[in-house]
């Protein structure tokens, strides 16, 4: 069984920050692709933002509405990834779910709720 729980979503303001994090259960997450998406309402869920696998460093992609503006980062040691979303505008409302593919398998988590409105 694999777990991941996003948490520091928030109701903001339009230009305001948050940093979501995302614990994982996971024994080490260097191995494995990590990602976040985000669902608004009405709207499929979209990929934000990813990290490959494999050892070493490596470099988030950005979905194009994001680049700039957010940042996607992991911590092996603690088992976390996390996604610094600065310049937030009311098109970033959504829930925001991150996700880690294991064995073939997807997981994510249960989901936290970013609102930017005035």
């Known amino acids: 069984q694999v777990q991941l729980v996003e948490s520091g979503g928030g109701l903001v303001q339009p230009g305001d920050s948050l940093r979501l994090a995302c614990t994982t259960s996971?024994?080490?997450?260097?191995?494995?692709?990590l990602a976040w998406y985000r669902q608004a309402p009405g709207k499929e869920r979209e990929l934000v933002a990813s990290?490959?696998?494999?050892?070493?460093?490596?470099?988030?992609t950005y979905v194009d509405s994001v680049k700039g503006r957010f940042t996607m980062s992991k911590d092996n040691a603690k088992k976390m990834m996390f996604l610094e979303m600065n310049s937030l505008k009311p098109e970033d409302t959504a829930v925001y779910y991150c996700n880690a593919v294991v064995n073939g398998r997807t997981y994510w988590g249960p989901g936290t709720q970013v609102t930017v409105s005035s």
């Open positions: 996971l024994t080490f997450i260097s191995i494995y692709p």
């Open positions: 990290i490959p696998k494999g050892d070493g460093v490596k470099f988030p």
